[in-house]
């Protein structure tokens, strides 16, 4: 109740210009929503948020541009779509009923992946590779797999998440602790690290 005394006392006078460290941090998912939608309202009402956060998904969200901090540098600044697009693009994702279809249901998806690389997990029975026309790579590959009378427990498409790009840049999860056991940083940063998210029209 307090953080959100806080919040909505920072929010209440809609300031041009907003800085929310960590805003969410210790709230649960019904009060999270109400701080989004809190955010949201300001920016429509033309203020600029500058907004730290740990939570990927909080910042896929809320955020028109984003710049990623790991150890103390900015090591990325763009959009949302655009740092997806950095670790590749839409993807089709098939998980086999039967780990005997795996192989069958990895010919379906070559077919539509362009010569690009199609990889299966035997462990959970999952075939994925990326396309270029998402609809028709999806409708062909659901056809395929429809004529050759294979079961499948799930078919869709993804797109890269923020997670992924954050392990792409960084090689760790975001937040990761790579302090000793004393807890100073190896690197004399601090601990942690936080995502810097922008959202908003240009100050």
């Keep these: 109740?307090?953080?959100?005394?806080?919040?909505?006392?920072?929010?209440?006078?809609?300031?041009?210009?907003?800085?929310?460290?960590?805003?969410?941090?210790?709230?649960?998912?019904?009060?999270?929503?109400?701080?989004?939608?809190?955010?949201?309202?300001?920016?429509?009402?033309?203020?600029?948020?500058?907004?730290?956060?740990?939570?990927?998904?909080?910042?896929?969200?809320?955020?028109?541009?984003?710049?990623?901090?790991?150890?103390?540098?900015?090591?990325?600044?763009?959009?949302?779509?655009?740092?997806?697009?950095?670790?590749g693009g839409d993807r089709i994702e098939v998980v086999a009923a039967d780990p005997g279809d795996l192989a069958a249901v990895a010919r379906a998806v070559e077919r539509v992946a362009g010569g690009g690389l199609v990889l299966t997990d035997d462990t959970t029975r999952r075939v994925h590779a990326q396309v270029a026309d998402r609809v028709a790579a999806l409708t062909e590959v659901a056809r395929s797999l429809q004529d050759d009378r294979i079961a499948v427990e799930d078919i869709g498409l993804r797109r890269p998440s923020l997670d992924d790009v954050f392990l792409r840049l960084t090689g760790h999860g975001a937040g990761a602790d790579r302090t000793p056991a004393d807890g100073t940083p190896t690197d004399g940063t601090p601990a942690g690290d936080t995502q810097f998210v922008r959202e908003g029209a240009a100050a």
Excluded at 41 to 56: C, F, N, R, S
Excluded at 64 to 87: C, E, F, Q
């Design 1 to 87: 109740m307090r953080r959100r005394l806080d919040l909505a006392s920072s929010m209440i006078l809609s300031p041009d210009v907003l800085f929310l460290d960590e805003p969410t941090t210790g709230l649960d998912p019904r009060g999270r929503g109400e701080v989004w939608d809190a955010i949201r309202a300001l920016v429509a009402g033309g203020t600029t948020v500058l907004l730290t956060t740990q939570y990927l998904d909080e910042a896929d969200k809320l955020a028109s541009h984003i710049t990623v901090i790991d150890r103390g540098r900015a090591i990325a600044d763009d959009t949302p779509d655009a740092l997806k697009n950095r670790v």
